[in-house]
């Protein structure tokens, strides 16, 4: 029989009373486990009709401030942002059947945050970047090919292309975080943290 914590919860939940503390045990179990993007994870966000968005998109970085992730500032996601910066992720993995929601408000990066994470990416992402006017439309493929191969002889020097103004990184402040794992018969685990008005963390148990 598995450990318990004093929640009558499995071990792997520990007694911890920060969830962004449980968040970082679980994503390190995971990067050993996943085989492809551990950090993936599902965004949704809404529009001003209130009209729902998901997709995949990529951890980038976090701590106690936030969830980050980088973006064409003029893309649907960061449009609907925009307007509704109220927004939640969801991380699934399945080797552990592990899951992690995470709802809060999201705001932009700093230029020098945007900046520092935007020099580590490789040549042909920075030129992507400058290429890609995400989610408009293309009239075809080489449309967009060209335009890679224009912005490759202007930026011909692999270590001097300058990040898009139209290209940054938003940061999830989190408000929600609810912890779940899989069982049998469908009786799941599941753990939720709240943030109280005092800044602490709230937790309660839910059921399956």
Same mark, same amino acid.
Not at 33 to 46: F, G, K
Not at 66 to 83: E, L, P
């Given at each position: 029989? +598995?450990?318990?914590?004093?929640?009558? &919860?499995?071990?792997? !939940?520990?007694?911890?009373? +920060?969830?962004?503390?449980? !968040?970082?045990?679980?994503?390190?179990?995971?990067? /050993?486990?996943?085989?492809?993007?551990?950090?993936?994870?599902? &965004?949704?966000?809404?529009?001003?009709?209130?009209?729902?968005?998901?997709?995949?998109? &990529?951890?980038?970085?976090? /701590?106690?401030?936030?969830?980050?992730?980088?973006?064409?500032?003029?893309?649907?996601?960061?449009?609907?942002?925009?307007?509704?910066? /109220?927004?939640?992720?969801? !991380?699934?993995?399945?080797?552990? %059947?592990?899951?992690?929601?995470?709802?809060?408000?999201?705001?932009?990066?700093?230029?020098?945050?945007?900046? =520092?994470?935007?020099?580590?990416?490789?040549?042909?992402?920075?030129?992507?970047?400058?290429?890609?006017?995400?989610?408009?439309? %293309? $009239?075809?493929?080489?449309?967009?090919? +060209?335009?890679?191969?224009?912005?490759?002889?202007?930026?011909?020097?692999? =270590? +001097?292309?300058?990040?898009?103004?139209?290209?940054?990184?938003?940061?999830?402040?989190?408000?929600? !975080?609810?912890?779940?794992?899989?069982?049998?018969?469908?009786?799941?685990?599941? %753990?939720?943290?709240? $943030?109280?008005?005092?800044?602490?963390?709230?937790?309660?148990? &839910?059921?399956?």
């Amino acid at each position: 029989m +598995n450990q318990k914590n004093s929640l009558g &919860l499995d071990i792997c !939940f520990g007694n911890l009373e +920060n969830p962004i503390d449980l !968040f970082k045990e679980w994503f390190n179990k995971a990067k /050993n486990t996943e085989i492809n993007d551990p950090n993936a994870l599902a &965004l949704s966000t809404a529009d001003e009709k209130g009209i729902p968005s998901v997709r995949m998109v &990529l951890l980038k970085d976090y /701590n106690q401030s936030g969830f980050v992730f980088y973006t064409n500032i003029d893309s649907k996601k960061s449009k609907d942002i925009k307007v509704n910066p /109220n927004a939640s992720m969801c !991380f699934h993995w399945k080797s552990l %059947l592990r899951q992690i929601r995470i709802t809060g408000e999201i705001s932009k990066v700093s230029d020098k945050v945007a900046d =520092d994470y935007y020099k580590t990416r490789d040549y042909g992402s920075r030129i992507g970047a400058w290429a890609s006017k995400q989610s408009t439309i %293309l $009239k075809s493929r080489d449309e967009l090919y +060209n335009l890679i191969e224009k912005y490759k002889k202007k930026y011909p020097d692999e =270590d +001097n292309v300058p990040r898009p103004e139209y290209w940054s990184g938003w940061n999830l402040n989190p408000k929600e !975080f609810e912890f779940w794992l899989g069982k049998e018969n469908r009786i799941h685990q599941r %753990l939720k943290y709240t $943030k109280l008005n005092n800044g602490n963390w709230g937790k309660t148990l &839910l059921s399956p």
